[in-house]
């Protein structure tokens, strides 16, 4: 979904060839982390994640590695070129810390992309109204985020941008965009 959203692309981030080491955080099944390492094959890249489910068959250039994006982050100060992260809402106690950890890792002039989505579904054409079965799941998702410290809120509450400018990211842009959703098989793309 966010690469559709992206025209096809991995990032926005201008990156340059000649990076030497990038970062996906919570890299998932690892798909992002390969076909990252694949467009720069020069750079090391690294995929973190809490769950071991990535595949075996890999570029040559990509690991993964077993970690908590919640934790302190073992990595030196200053070692990436570039750090990835995207869809962890849910999954962060603590997003201040979290860009403090993503600030500290990155080189000075480097990069920090974190794509996160609300759960919130909306309509243009007010078919999604307060009550609805959409209006009550993100409000189910909102107060269950609530309830276990891990909110689901990060769009809404502005978290990312505040979090990033207080880590000392300077130049933080906020790009939002809708994404379509079909509600039935019959309705075309």
Not at 176 to 184: N, P
Request: with cysteine; proline share 6%.
């Amino acid at each position: 979904m966010c690469t559709l959203a992206l025209d096809g692309k991995l990032y926005r981030a201008p990156l340059k060839e000649g990076i030497t080491k990038a970062v996906d955080i919570g890299c998932g099944t690892g798909i992002w982390a390969i076909d990252f390492a694949d467009e720069f094959p020069e750079c090391q890249v690294i995929g973190t994640d809490l769950s071991p489910i990535q595949p075996g068959w890999v570029p040559p250039n990509l690991e993964f590695q077993l970690d908590d994006a919640n934790e302190y982050w073992t990595w030196p100060d200053n070692t990436f070129d570039y750090i990835h992260m995207r869809a962890m809402f849910g999954s962060i106690v603590d997003w201040k810390a979290l860009y403090q950890e993503a600030f500290r890792c990155c080189k000075p002039g480097g990069y920090f992309e974190d794509y996160e989505n609300s759960i919130k579904i909306d309509s243009d054409d007010g078919s999604v109204f307060p009550g609805s079965p959409f209006d009550q799941w993100t409000k189910v998702f909102w107060e269950g985020g609530s309830k276990f410290g891990r909110t689901f809120r990060v769009v809404e509450d502005d978290i990312q941008k505040k979090y990033m400018e207080e880590a000392g990211f300077v130049d933080v842009t906020v790009w939002e965009f809708k994404v379509q959703i079909r509600l039935s098989c019959n309705q075309p793309l």
